[in-house]
């Protein structure tokens, strides 16, 4: 093994890339290139290969916008004057006053006191070192980066209390146990595996991993482990890029994942359904979508009420229905 593999670089949280590049795009008023991002934002800037091959980093950087877009984080494209069509030097960058709070926001004086606090335990806290290097990186592209940034974080997702101990078990190749709950089902059932990897896709964390018992591969999505993961013996060595892999197999799910939706112009639903990754309108108020878990599609579409209609697929329209049936009986 030579130094340089054995000196790879640690993973960087999702959460502090997406915070990183979040500071990046509020703090440049022309934008920047994916070139500069890649090269220059913490979580990308680690495995970034200046003239080598960096498209799984271009990739992952894709998924990073849709996911900050679903966060409600105003991200804007500017294509070069000139140079209508140039993809490759687009630049992107998140307008200060889109991302300020609106104006009728006010705080009374005991929640302006418990701002300030958290913000000087922000300020104090691990990440604001790895903030500061990013501050200085800005700084030698040229872009100024003077104004103070706590305003702008997004609302990140926490991790599942399972992440930790799979990272855990992944890094040292044990089996492990957990009890998993699937939807339509009253009762967990314990699932031993080995854990091969730990991807986010769709803003979600999911576990790839084989089952102990059959030798399958199998993929669990972190939300639905309702207990304690335990770890165990030494697991068997399965080489291979299971990360890429994992994100291959869902990407493929992703794509033959399709919903067409009839949507209440103007409505929240369709601001949000719009800014979906892969959306599509398809007819007037009709959009086509992409998702990979059917379950938790009809949770959100749900929660729109009357704002959506599901034309197909009939498995899913029958999922929505039964949850709105269910919350109308909870309440009558």
Not at 326 to 331: Q, S
Request: no cysteine; hydrophobic share 40%.
């Amino acid at each position: 093994m030579t130094t340089s593999a054995a000196a790879a670089p640690a993973p960087v949280p999702v959460e502090d890339r997406l915070f990183s590049l979040v500071l990046a795009l509020v703090a440049t008023e022309s934008g920047l290139t994916k070139a500069e991002i890649l090269s220059s934002v913490r979580g990308y800037a680690q495995r970034f290969v200046a003239g080598g091959d960096n498209a799984n980093l271009e990739r992952q950087f894709e998924r990073d916008k849709d996911d900050i877009r679903e966060l409600g984080v105003p991200l804007e494209t500017i294509e070069p004057l000139g140079e209508p069509g140039d993809n490759h030097n687009l630049r992107y960058r998140i307008p200060k006053g889109a991302y300020d709070l609106p104006d009728d926001v006010r705080f009374t004086s005991d929640e302006v006191a418990l701002l300030n606090l958290a913000a000087m335990v922000w300020r104090e806290g691990s990440l604001s070192a790895e903030s500061r290097r990013a501050l200085t990186k800005l700084r030698a592209l040229g872009i100024a980066a003077d104004e103070p940034v706590l305003g702008y974080a997004p609302r990140l997702r926490l991790r599942d209390a399972a992440f930790d101990p799979l990272t855990q078990a992944i890094d040292r190749g044990q089996v492990v146990r957990f009890p998993y709950l699937k939807p339509g089902e009253t009762r967990a059932r314990e699932r031993v595996v080995i854990p091969l990897a730990l991807v986010q896709y769709d803003g979600r964390w999911h576990l790839s991993a084989e089952d102990l018992a059959t030798g399958k591969g199998k993929t669990f999505l972190l939300r639905r482990i309702v207990g304690k993961v335990t770890s165990g013996r030494a697991a068997p060595q399965r080489p291979g890029d299971h990360t890429a892999r994992a994100l291959a197999e869902l990407e493929e799910v992703w794509q033959r994942g399709i919903a067409e939706l009839e949507v209440r112009a103007g409505s929240d639903a369709a601001l949000r359904l719009a800014h979906r990754r892969g959306t599509e309108e398809i007819a007037p108020d009709v959009v086509r979508v992409h998702f990979v878990d059917l379950a938790i599609l009809a949770d959100e579409l749900a929660g729109f009420g009357p704002e959506v209609l599901v034309l197909s697929p009939p498995a899913l329209r029958d999922a929505v229905i039964e949850r709105l049936t269910t919350t109308t009986g909870d309440h009558a």
